[in-house]
């Protein structure tokens, strides 16, 4: 298939278009040289690829900048996506989208409210919080609306993931950079962490690549699609994991700009796995040395 990509600089981008090609698809991608939210810019891009399949990774994906910057956050991820729907619709009406949402559309649950009985499925009623969580959310409802109209569009929330090159500003990146530059003396034996009771669903981003490659797949129902490992794991968990990785024995520190509530958020992929065959390969283990090392190595150079 000739697949175009959008959105191909960023951290998931740049791993999926050496996977598009492994696996024999032909993969274009675009970045920040297209405006996604211009459809004269996207436009003229689209009709040159004429692809089979359109992968839209362009988005703000981090919830801490939504709330800085809301009107960029509403641009990119739901302007962007009216206006990737609309050129799709006019230059290549019969390809293939995945649309790439977000577990967050769904909104943790509170600890007060009490842990549900089962992971999240499609079923779950989405509720989102954040500037990112509603604008993904309308998003998918816009593509929603693209599908009832014809376009064959592919709605997918996908749980955390991350792996080597993510950015610091999540989680697991976060606290791998810190217990290796601990462990490498750049840094006191001090960590500034967030609140470790909250629970989520982690998984290696060449895993949630698998499930989009498999989602061209244009047998496979156009659906929504949770990408998801169904594992809970605490916040806590996966710091005493490093740490023992590492081997260092840091004081913890709770910083209050990172604090959020306890939550919990864990995904049932289920509609997946029977349409597609898929599930995660890589353990959390594999995953939080990959990270440990690709920080060693990055702060290193």
Not at 265 to 273: A, E, P, Q
Request: net charge negative; charged share 25%; aromatic share 6%.
């Amino acid at each position: 298939m000739r697949v175009f990509v959008t959105g191909a600089g960023g951290f998931v981008g740049r791993r999926l278009l050496p996977q598009l090609e492994r696996a024999g698809h032909d993969a274009m991608g675009a970045d920040r040289e297209v405006d996604v939210t211009r459809p004269e810019s996207l436009g003229p891009a689209l009709e040159r690829a004429a692809p089979d399949a359109v992968i839209h990774l362009a988005a703000m994906s981090s919830v801490a900048q939504s709330w800085q910057e809301p009107a960029q956050c509403y641009a990119l991820n739901f302007l962007g996506t009216r206006s990737l729907l609309g050129c799709v619709a006019e230059k290549c009406p019969e390809a293939r989208v995945l649309l790439i949402g977000s577990a967050d559309q769904y909104s943790p649950v509170a600890a007060e409210d009490g842990r549900p009985e089962r992971p999240f499925d499609e079923s779950t009623p989405l509720r989102p919080r954040s500037p990112y969580a509603r604008t993904k959310a309308a998003a998918e409802a816009l593509g929603a609306e693209a599908a009832r109209g014809g376009l064959d569009v592919v709605r997918i929330r996908a749980f955390n993931h991350t792996g080597a090159g993510q950015a610091d500003a999540f989680v697991v990146s976060s606290f791998a950079r810190q217990v290796a530059a601990i462990r490498a003396g750049r840094q006191a034996p001090e960590m500034h962490v967030g609140n470790l009771q909250s629970v989520r669903d982690f998984l290696h981003v060449d895993d949630v690549l698998d499930a989009y490659l498999r989602l061209l797949d244009p047998a496979v129902p156009a659906d929504v699609y949770n990408v998801a490992g169904g594992v809970a794991t605490s916040i806590q968990t996966l710091l005493d994991r490093l740490i023992a990785l590492a081997e260092v024995t840091p004081r913890v520190e709770t910083d209050p700009e990172r604090f959020r509530p306890t939550d919990w958020l864990v995904g049932d992929s289920t509609r997946l796995r029977e349409a597609t065959g898929w599930a995660p390969r890589i353990s959390f283990d594999a995953i939080l040395r990959e990270l440990y090392e690709d920080w060693l190595e990055r702060d290193a150079a």
